[in-house]
């Protein structure tokens, strides 16, 4: 692995560990409930993210040049929620863009096992191709589309292999409560943790994140669970203990609820005044 490559991946996996923080939600589902204006949801968070993925209409118009955080890009799109199929994917971004932008590395998604899975491997082969030339690692997302019932052991271990066979630097894939270590182990590369659905509850984040870490994912690509929360800021302090700090889940909701108490004792005082 050569520096530029060596450096990128430190920029955006700090220790060997990594907190990202997803907001490229709108290029397939437009405003997104929480993230309407994007770079006003994301400003309190930046000191608790190692980098922000996102497309690049939203680096432009949202993410201040001169106080940002490394930028995983993201590079796949042309479909929508409501086109006929999320999978049918191409590469949206020139490797000349990826290096204007200044981006850490950027991100693709394949979508094995759909009718366009030809079409999204052999994105994510180009991509790769091009961007190793200048050293800009490249991040395979595991996309299933609407079908969330393909996120079992198995399959996910599937994909996760076949992106890194590509080459992909890193692969993103969801957790699952069953066999996870499996996944990991079979993946010759970094595993990161999606976020997937919004969960019911902070004590369900802190659990499912705590046991990826533990069965050796090196972080998470969460957006919704954070800043979809009540209290995104000490959702994402508790979260970034248990990535950086290998907190256990009781020690992270207890950072959460100090977070919380913190903000509504502030707005309190506010209300007083």
Not at 119 to 144: H, R
Not at 173 to 195: H, L, M, N, R, S
Request: aromatic share 6%; charged share 25%; net charge neutral.
């Amino acid at each position: 692995m050569d520096w530029g490559m060596k450096n990128r991946l430190s920029q955006v996996m700090p220790g060997g560990r990594c907190f990202f923080m997803a907001m490229d939600h709108g290029y397939f589902q437009g405003p997104t409930t929480g993230l309407e204006k994007p770079g006003e949801t994301i400003k309190p968070l930046l000191p608790y993210v190692d980098a922000l993925f996102c497309t690049r209409g939203a680096l432009r118009s949202a993410i201040d040049p001169l106080n940002s955080k490394p930028i995983i890009l993201r590079v796949s799109g042309c479909t929508s929620m409501v086109g006929k199929d999320l999978a049918d994917e191409e590469v949206t971004t020139s490797v000349e863009e990826i290096i204007r932008l200044n981006a850490s590395a950027v991100g693709v998604s394949v979508f094995i096992g759909s009718d366009y899975e030809k079409q999204t491997l052999k994105n994510l082969s180009q991509l790769v191709n091009a961007c190793e030339t200048y050293g800009i690692p490249v991040m395979a997302v595991t996309a299933v589309g609407k079908e969330l019932e393909k996120r079992e052991a198995r399959y996910l271990a599937l994909c996760c292999r076949i992106a890194a066979e590509l080459g992909a630097r890193a692969v993103k894939t969801y957790w699952c409560e069953k066999d996870f270590d499996k996944v990991v182990q079979g993946c010759p590369v970094p595993v990161v943790i999606a976020g997937g659905p919004k969960c019911e509850t902070e004590l369900e984040v802190l659990e499912f994140v705590h046991d990826g870490i533990q069965k050796g994912a090196v972080g998470i690509n969460l957006g919704r669970n954070v800043w979809q929360n009540p209290n995104p800021v000490a959702m994402a302090k508790a979260l970034r203990a248990i990535v950086h700090e290998s907190a256990s889940v009781k020690k992270a909701y207890e950072i959460f609820n100090e977070g919380k108490q913190k903000l509504e004792s502030h707005a309190g005082r506010q209300v007083l005044q």
